[in-house]
């Protein structure tokens, strides 16, 4: 009986362990990407880097579904670099994913970044719409603007607003810049300013539950003396088209001789398309 007993145990105790093995096996990896971009000179060179949960070996796919091999053996940091002088692409932001393998031969796939290439004739392929096609779609873009609530002096006053970004910088950048400069034009309906033209600066904190978070802080005027300093905080809340980002943004205007401060809410597409990169 005793035998059975020892018997019985040491049965339960190897379907125990091969469960918990095969429930550590199945964990997810977790992916963290370091560097993404594109060399600012010639000849352009896609630069990556990315940190894994475990050893893994990985490979990166591109939306074309064309994939290159970045880990050949098990490792738990990712570097990976890709010359594009002879490769062809049908658009300037280049979705790609990762593959990575574990010991147990399972493979996990991240979520789906972006990369920015330079705006360089010579990346695009012939197939593509021209310049003038490609320039028409920008100014579709830059088109679109924000609608705003403003909340002046207890009161509300809708107006339209447009950001362009001028110039973007990435450093350790994943699918956005780290921070960018940029100018914005704004309109308020029924009010005595109606026009105000701001210059100013935002900082890109990207999160894992949304896109970003983003403070920032701008000088602002309008045609008639009126001078005022604008700290906002915009969140970027989702991707479409891997191209534009959908966002939110709080303002708030003082005006610097103390006599008009009101709140402004928008909703409007952030790109840096057409931006500076470096």
Not at 5 to 26: G, H, M, P
Not at 68 to 96: A, C, G, Q, T
Not at 115 to 135: A, H, K, M, R
Request: hydrophobic letters at 40%; one cysteine or more; aromatic letters at 18%.
């Amino acid at each position: 009986m005793n035998r059975i007993y020892l018997t019985l145990i040491f049965l339960l105790t190897v379907v125990f362990s091969n469960a918990i093995a095969q429930e550590e096996s199945q964990t997810e990896i977790e992916f963290f990407i370091i560097d993404s971009y594109v060399t600012p000179d010639k000849p352009y060179k896609i630069m990556l880097m990315f940190y894994t949960s475990e050893d893994t070996k990985s490979k990166v796919i591109f939306a074309d579904e064309t994939e290159f091999n970045v880990s050949k053996k098990y490792n738990d940091e990712h570097r990976f670099e890709l010359n594009l002088s002879d490769l062809e692409f049908d658009s300037l932001v280049i979705p790609y994913r990762i593959i990575a393998e574990d010991r147990a031969g399972i493979f996990h796939e991240s979520d789906e970044f972006d990369i920015l290439l330079p705006n360089d004739e010579e990346l695009l392929s012939s197939s593509n719409p021209n310049w003038f096609t490609v320039c028409c779609f920008g100014g579709i873009i830059f088109g679109l603007p924000s609608p705003t609530l403003n909340l002046i002096d207890g009161k509300s006053a809708f107006g339209l607003s447009k950001e362009i970004p001028i110039v973007s910088f990435y450093s350790s950048g994943y699918n956005f810049p780290v921070g960018y400069f940029g100018i914005e034009y704004s309109y308020l309906f029924d009010e005595a300013n109606t026009q105000f033209l701001r210059f100013g600066y935002k900082h890109i904190f990207q999160l894992d539950q949304i896109q970003y978070i983003a403070p920032g802080v701008n000088y602002t005027i309008d045609f008639n003396g009126y001078t005022a300093i604008s700290p906002e905080l915009s969140v970027g809340l989702l991707k479409i088209y891997n191209a534009f980002t959908l966002f939110t943004r709080y303002r708030y205007n003082y005006d610097i001789s103390g006599s008009v401060k009101y709140h402004e809410i928008s909703l409007g597409l952030y790109s840096n398309f057409f931006s500076f990169s470096f």
